[in-house]
């Protein structure tokens, strides 16, 4: 079956930098994206990967490596509003999206 | 109004009500979705629209009922729900389908809470 893997919680420190890490099996590859998803609110668009490597976003960067099934979210100087969910997505060789089930990330001050 | 809007954002109904979920978006895009999201769980897609026609339907029991009218509005039609059926419901909205990069633009959601 298809899977994507990714940690339920992570707790980090105001202005420290965390990475949260995403790992995928899935049929075929054609992209992987990442949401940020604030409570109570709609699921935002962050970044979106195809190729191998690095993309940078101001504070936010998103890595992946497709030989190793592989991606993970950095964010550096941590802030407060930083705090929220944050969503892993795979598309398979159908263009299907599968979901992680999210890693929600508590910043303290 | 901009983005995607859905209503009520909070539901609440006896298992043998009938309700609707309503949803709009004013994105110009061409295909909509309807997504269940549950306490920890992967996000669940429901039903698929491109061009107001239904081009997905991943096994959801009968008892959600999806209406597309046009390409702006879509609707998700409740009755006779379980109690495992409540959860956050969530719209939305892409420029085009089978794409790899087109990305999702989502509503706030409507929490449903079955009694």
């Not at chain 1, 950095?74 to 999206?97: G, I, P, R, T």
């Not at chain 2, 995607?4 to 979920?21: A, C, D, W």
Request: hydrophobic letters at 35%.
């Amino acid at each position: 079956g298809q899977n994507i893997d990714q940690p339920t919680e992570m707790t980090a420190t105001e202005g420290a930098i965390v990475q949260i890490n995403c790992t995928y099996q899935t049929s075929g590859f054609n992209g992987l994206f990442w949401y940020q998803q604030h409570a109570g609110e709609a699921p935002t668009f962050l970044s979106y990967n195809v190729l191998d490597g690095l993309e940078e976003k101001g504070r936010f960067s998103s890595f992946l490596s497709r030989s190793k099934g592989y991606s993970y979210l950095l964010l550096k100087e941590l802030q407060m509003k930083d705090s929220a969910s944050y969503l892993c997505a795979v598309k398979d060789s159908n263009y299907q999206l599968i979901w992680g089930a999210g890693t929600k990330l508590i910043i303290k001050p | 109004e901009t983005g995607v809007t859905q209503t009520p954002r909070h539901l609440v109904m006896g298992m043998t009500n009938k309700k609707s979920l309503k949803c709009e978006q004013h994105l110009g895009h061409n295909a909509m979705y309807w997504y269940k999201q549950s306490a920890k769980k992967p996000l669940e897609l429901m039903f698929v629209y491109s061009l107001e026609e239904r081009v997905e339907n991943n096994s959801v029991p009968s008892r959600f009922s999806p209406e597309c009218p046009n390409s702006s509005h879509l609707f998700l039609h409740l009755h006779t729900l379980q109690p495992e059926d409540s959860a956050l419901y969530l719209c939305a909205s892409s420029q085009g389908e089978d794409s790899g990069a087109n990305v999702l633009t989502f509503g706030a959601g409507s929490r449903l809470t079955v009694l």
